[in-house]
């Protein structure tokens, strides 16, 4: 199910045929270093993270992390959206871009419109972003969508400490 389109993406709804890229990307070194190694080493795991985080959010929440497609190629190029944390009092957004198609524009331009849909669409009137101190990217990133700093936190109980960012609607 597609979520929405920018000019040079389409955001839709995980599926199972998605398993040889969510491999691909939970495996690279920038997801393993700013997000955490899942575990995820073949296909059937993929396909069960698939499952358990992506498709079960969709239903549980109303919303969830989404596979970005390149309409030109309709090669997916990242995984962006919204993620329900009992740390944070709203939902916070999420991306990560393939490495291979970083530094071209693909994260801001789907997730400033993720954050138009979180809150035209899905009635947010805050949402959250994080990033750890270390990922300058992400933390320009985070500015860069009109977030603003607002403090530290442990927001996944895992001792590391991250920056958090909101946008109020």
């Known amino acids: 199910m597609t979520i929405l389109e920018t000019e040079r993406t389409i955001v839709r709804h995980a599926t199972h045929d998605d398993a040889p890229f969510i491999l691909q990307l ?6 393993i270093r700013f997000i955490g190694d899942r575990n995820i080493h073949d296909l059937d795991a993929a396909r069960s993270y698939i499952d358990e985080r992506l498709l079960s959010s969709y239903l549980k929440n109303g919303f969830g992390s989404y596979i970005v497609i390149a309409k030109e190629t309709g090669t997916p190029v990242g995984l962006c959206g919204f993620v329900k944390r009992d740390t944070l009092d709203g939902p916070d957004i999420g991306y990560a871009i393939a490495q291979s198609f970083q530094g071209q524009g693909y994260a801001f331009e789907v997730n400033e419109a993720l954050l138009n849909y979180g809150h035209d669409t899905l ?16 933390l320009k990133l985070l500015t860069k969508l009109g977030l603003t700093y607002e403090r530290d936190q442990d927001v996944n109980n895992s001792g590391e400490i991250c920056k958090v960012f909101v946008k109020v609607a």
């Open 123 to 138: 009635g947010f009137d805050r949402i959250f972003g994080y990033s750890l101190p270390e990922n300058i990217a992400s």
């Open 26 to 31: 939970l495996n690279e070194p920038g997801w």
